[in-house]
């Protein structure tokens, strides 16, 4: 089982916005972990997209989401979110969600725990 699943993924245009959810398997200590996104648009690299501290207090973004994209987490869930709004074509991606334990720095650089990624397409 991956340690991360997400869903929510799909086809929408631009404009609209669309809600990502990543829930961590049963076994780890979510709680403990900065959570975040990551994207991978065809024909380019995997780019830090968001992140949530442990504690929920900090967030971090890219510049390209920043002001249009909400990371939040609810742990009783175990789970992150990604509300996506004012979509753009250029955000067409796979999407994948990330974990680890070490902070936020160390999510932005080379994640722990990674899911098997959901589709997001924007059509103009």
């Known amino acids: 089982q991956a340690p991360l699943v997400e869903s929510g993924g799909g086809l929408v245009q631009a404009g609209e916005t669309l809600q990502l959810s990543c829930v961590g398997s049963p076994g780890r200590y979510w709680s403990n972990y900065v959570m975040g996104w990551y994207r991978q648009a065809p024909g380019k690299e995997r780019e830090f997209v968001a992140a949530i501290s442990y504690d929920g207090r900090t967030t971090e973004y890219s510049d390209s989401v920043k002001g249009r994209f909400i990371v939040s987490r609810d742990d009783a869930k175990n789970a992150v979110y990604l509300q996506m709004i004012s979509l753009k074509v250029e955000d067409t991606a796979i999407y994948y969600c990330?974990?680890?334990?070490?902070?936020?720095?160390?999510?932005?650089?080379?994640?722990?725990?990674w899911g098997q990624g959901t589709q997001v397409t924007v059509s103009s």
């Open positions: 990330a974990a680890d334990i070490r902070g936020l720095k160390a999510i932005k650089e080379a994640p722990d725990y």
